[in-house]
C-alpha cells in the first residue's frame, strides 16, 4: 500500500492553480461559451496541464471529455487531442466547440436560416407546425417539462435544423438549440437541480435560438484566428472525439504523451438530471434510469460480487455504509475507475502523465476521499505520483444541496445539508 506520510509530503496547496482573479468571460472564450456544461474544469486548468506535461505535436487524450475543454486547449496549444465521452451530450458539445467551420459558409447558412424561421413562425405557422410534428419526442417528460406552446415553437426550429446538409453547421446549430432549452421550459431558471417553476417568464424560442448563433459565429471566427492553418486544414488528423465509454479510449497503445481529465464523482448520476432536456429533444433518453445507467458510478447500476477496487481508503469508504445499498454503487464506481485508470496507462507512453482534476465529496456526513483512493488505485497500476496539488474552486456548476435523510441533490432548505466544494486535487501520476 502507498506509503500516506509520502503523499503528504508531495501534496501541496497552490494559489495560482485557482485563477481567482480570472472572471467567468475570462473561463468562457471562444468556443468554450457553446454551451453551459455542469462540473467542467475551466480551461485555464487544462491548458497549463498541457504546457506543463506535453510538448507541440504531442497526443493529449482525455477519456471524460465532458463538453471537450482538453480537447479545444490541445488544439489552441498545437497538440493533437483525443476524447471520449458516453454522454451523447457532452460528445455533441465536444466535436461542435473542436471544429473551427468556414464563417463564409456558416454566415450564408444563418442568413438563410433565420429567413426560413421567420417565414416559418410568422408566415405559414400552423402549417409548418403540422410538419414539424414529427420532431416532438414521444415522452411525457417533454410535457412535464415544456409547455404546449413552446414545445411547438421548438419543434419548427428543431425540424429546421435538421434540413441542414453540412454536418458541422448542423451540429452548431444543434449545440445552440440544447443551450436555450432550459430558458425554454419551466425549469426553475436559477437552480441546476431539476425543479419545476410555473410561473416562469416565457422566453421567445426563435430569439433566443437566433441569438445563440450569432455569438456562437463570433466565436467560431475568434477560434479558427488562434488556430494554425494545417489544423484547420486536416482538422479531423488532429483532434478525434468519440462517444464512448472511458474504458476504451480510442487510441492505440504507448502513443499518449498526457492524460488530461476530470473524472466523474461517485454521484455522477446526478449529472445525468441535468443533462435530460436535450437528451429528450435528441431521442437519446427513453426514460431517465435508463439514461443513468451509461454513466460511470451510476446509482442505477450495482455489482452484485464484491471486487477488488485496489485500495485501502475505498474499502474503509465501503465500510462506513456497510449493509446499504449505496456501499455496493460505490464500490462499482471505484471498480469502474481502475479499469478506466488502467486504459490511461495503456495508452500512455513510458514517462508519460496521468493528469487527473478531482475534488472529494460527502454523503450523509460520511467524507468520500476520492484524491486518496485514485492515488493509491494509481499506485497499484505501478504509477510513480510525482506530485499532488491543491487547488482552491471558486466555483462549480452544481447542486449545493443534499436531503438529510435520503442523501439526493435537493431544494436549499434549513433541514437539508449544504455541500462545499472548496477544492480540487490535481494528482500528477507518471507511467514507469
Known amino acids: 500500500m502507498i506509503d500516506q506520510c509520502l503523499i503528504k509530503h508531495k501534496m501541496k496547496e497552490d494559489k495560482s492553480w485557482s485563477f481567482t482573479d480570472e472572471s467567468h468571460h475570462n473561463t468562457s472564450y471562444l468556443t468554450h461559451n457553446y454551451y453551459t456544461y455542469p462540473a467542467k474544469f475551466i480551461p485555464q486548468v487544462a491548458s497549463r496541464l498541457i504546457l506543463e506535461n506535453s510538448n507541440e505535436g504531442d497526443i493529449v487524450v482525455d477519456p471524460f471529455m465532458g463538453s471537450g475543454t482538453t480537447i479545444v486547449e490541445a488544439l489552441l496549444n498545437k497538440r493533437f487531442g483525443i476524447?471520449?465521452?458516453?454522454?451523447?451530450?457532452?460528445f455533441l458539445v465536444a466535436k461542435a466547440k473542436t471544429t473551427p467551420i468556414n464563417n463564409k459558409l456558416l454566415e450564408e447558412e444563418i442568413l438563410q436560416l433565420r429567413s426560413d424561421l421567420d417565414y416559418r413562425m410568422n408566415g405559414k405557422y400552423n402549417y409548418y407546425l403540422s410538419k414539424s410534428y414529427r420532431f416532438?419526442?414521444?415522452?411525457?417528460?417533454?410535457?412535464?417539462?415544456f409547455k404546449k406552446h413552446q414545445k411547438e415553437k421548438l419543434a419548427i426550429i428543431f425540424a429546421r435544423i435538421n434540413e441542414v446538409q453540412n454536418s458541422a453547421i448542423k451540429n452548431l446549430f444543434l449545440v445552440a438549440f440544447a443551450q436555450i432549452l432550459k430558458h425554454c421550459s419551466i425549469w426553475l431558471q436559477s437552480s441546476v437541480k431539476p425543479q419545476r417553476d410555473f410561473k416562469k417568464v416565457n422566453y421567445e424560442p426563435l430569439e433566443l435560438f437566433l441569438s445563440r448563433v450569432r455569438n456562437m459565429s463570433k466565436r467560431n471566427e475568434a477560434f479558427i484566428q488562434k488556430l494554425k492553418p494545417e489544423i484547420i486544414n486536416s482538422i479531423n488528423e488532429h483532434r478525434k472525439v468519440i462517444r464512448r465509454d472511458a474504458r476504451k479510449i480510442p487510441c492505440e497503445d504507448n502513443v499518449a504523451t498526457s492524460i488530461v481529465t476530470s473524472p466523474p464523482y461517485v454521484t455522477s448520476y446526478e449529472y445525468a438530471d441535468l443533462h435530460q432536456l436535450p437528451a429528450l429533444w435528441f431521442n437519446k433518453m427513453n426514460d431517465l434510469s435508463?439514461?443513468?445507467?451509461?454513466?460511470?458510478?451510476s446509482v442505477f447500476k450495482t455489482e452484485e460480487n464484491e471486487v477488488n477496487v485496489h485500495s485501502k481508503t475505498a474499502d474503509e469508504i465501503i465500510e462506513n455504509f456497510k449493509g446499504k445499498k449505496k456501499s455496493k454503487e460505490i464500490r462499482k464506481y471505484?471498480?469502474?475507475m481502475y479499469d478506466c485508470l488502467a486504459e490511461m496507462k495503456r495508452v500512455l507512453k513510458k514517462n508519460?502523465?496521468?493528469?487527473i482534476v478531482i475534488g472529494d465529496t460527502q454523503y450523509r456526513n460520511i467524507d468520500i476521499l476520492n484524491h486518496l483512493v485514485f492515488i493509491e488505485q494509481l499506485n497499484s497500476l505501478k504509477f510513480e505520483i510525482e506530485n499532488v496539488t491543491v487547488r482552491q474552486v471558486?466555483?462549480?456548476?452544481?447542486?449545493?444541496?443534499?436531503?438529510?435523510?435520503t442523501g439526493r441533490f435537493a431544494k436549499p432548505t434549513n433541514t437539508n445539508i449544504k455541500l462545499v466544494h472548496p477544492?480540487?486535487?490535481?494528482i500528477i501520476a507518471k507511467k514507469n
Open 136 to 145: 416532438i419526442p414521444k415522452n411525457d417528460k417533454i410535457d412535464y417539462w
Open 83 to 90: 476524447g471520449c465521452d458516453i454522454n451523447y451530450v457532452a
Open 352 to 355: 508519460g502523465k496521468a493528469c
Open 334 to 336: 471505484y471498480f469502474e
Open 423 to 426: 477544492k480540487e486535487y490535481i
Open 290 to 297: 435508463s439514461f443513468r445507467k451509461n454513466f460511470i458510478g
Open 394 to 405: 471558486t466555483s462549480k456548476m452544481l447542486p449545493s444541496f443534499r436531503d438529510s435523510r
